[in-house]
């Protein structure tokens, strides 16, 4: 039984993605499959940061601007 999993399509320089083969090559994946791992580690990373500044933020009192 396979995961449900949205299709996100990004572009990259020619030297990350010649990074990103040799490093599937090197473990035998897909080019996509790798790509896709790499990416969700950088989102968690990024999004427990953000977590941690909006906390610090909400206990502040410092609210995100309205957009008019």
Known sequence: MSIDKKSIH???PPELHDQLSVM???LDKDIAEEA???L???IVAAFY???IAHER???LGLKAK???
């Open 57 to 59: 933020m909400t206990r």
């Open 40 to 42: 969700a580690r950088g």
């Open 24 to 26: 599937a090559d090197f």
């Open 10 to 12: 990004v572009r990259v």
């Open 49 to 51: 940061e953000f977590s």
């Open 66 to 68: 309205d957009r008019e």
């Open 36 to 38: 896709a791992r790499i």
